[in-house]
């Protein structure tokens, strides 16, 4: 039982019904996916140094939105030394990333995307766009054209969708995301508030706002404040997205971005200065300044 309840339950992974993909794939939403995958990775490495097995030296990433472009540029930049480390030739491993959509970043500044592109192929990331992910299993990734691709590691970023949790709990959702009003209250339980992923909260045309982290920990300011107020009393914050702008790595040394909604673009070390410094500022925000001593 409960006076009041807040729930930021965050997304989950959608898979589309895409058989296998659920089944052997990897997702990447946690810090134990991450160490997970890069243990699974370094196995894989050292396992094809030993066989030359193409499954081994290959890496599927499914999605190429900012997950999947960010997590390929990671790979890009991990691969020299880790082949340098197990003896095998970069050259020999194939990275992929491969998109439904007729380009990655769906949505991004065609000028940023061919950057974001272009970046990645020069270091040894192929790039399949316009090809949807349609089946896989333990070794293989079938793609719409009938194409194969053999790996062991498919990593699949192909986007997210509301927590099942949320989704089931007797709520007013809209396609398993939790409506709330201005105040971020669910639209059918007043005593229940929601922050981040989980809730939808739509914009003036009547479209839901992306999922995103600077939305969402701007939602748990707007509920801390309003959470207070119902149980001490006052006038409640209304929800007001301030959209500050998209940020996405290409790896340690490049990255892009829009500010202010597209009108400013950036590439290159000054996009790679201003993503380090919003990593700073949310992990201070989230944990304090200790928090960037580890
Ligand atoms: P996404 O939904 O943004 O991207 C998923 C991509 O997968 C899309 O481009 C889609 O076309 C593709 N896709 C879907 N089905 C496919 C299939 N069968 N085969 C191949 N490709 C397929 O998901 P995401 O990248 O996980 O991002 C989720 C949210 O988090 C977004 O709002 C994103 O902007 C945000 N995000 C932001 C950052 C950042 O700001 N740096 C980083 C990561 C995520």
Sequence with gaps: SYDYLVTA????????????????????????????????????????????????????????????????????????????????????????????????????????????QSSLTKRGVTFVTGTPVTKMDATTVELKDGSKIETKTMVWTGGVQGNSVVANSGIEVNRGRALVNEFLQSTSHKDVFLAGDSAVVMGPEGRPYPPTAQLAWQMGEVVGVNLAVAIRGGAMESFVPVFSGTLGSLGRKDAIGTIGGNKTQLKGLPASLMKEASNVRYLSHIKGLFALAY
Aim: proline share 6%; hydrophobic share 40%; glycine share 12%.
């Design 9 to 116: 339950l965050g997304s989950e992974t959608a898979y589309f019904g895409i058989p296998g993909l659920e089944e052997h794939s990897f997702v990447l939403k946690s810090v134990n996916d991450a160490n997970r995958l890069r243990a699974h990775v370094e196995t894989c490495i050292a396992e094809y140094s030993k066989t030359k097995n193409k499954a081994d030296g290959t890496i599927v990433v499914g999605g190429g939105g900012l997950t999947g472009i960010e997590l390929v540029g990671e790979y890009a930049d991990l691969m020299p030394s880790l082949c340098l480390k197990h003896g095998v030739d970069p050259k020999e491993i194939s990275l992929y990333c491969v998109e439904a959509a007729p380009t990655v970043l769906p949505g991004f500044p065609a000028e940023l995307v061919e950057r974001a």
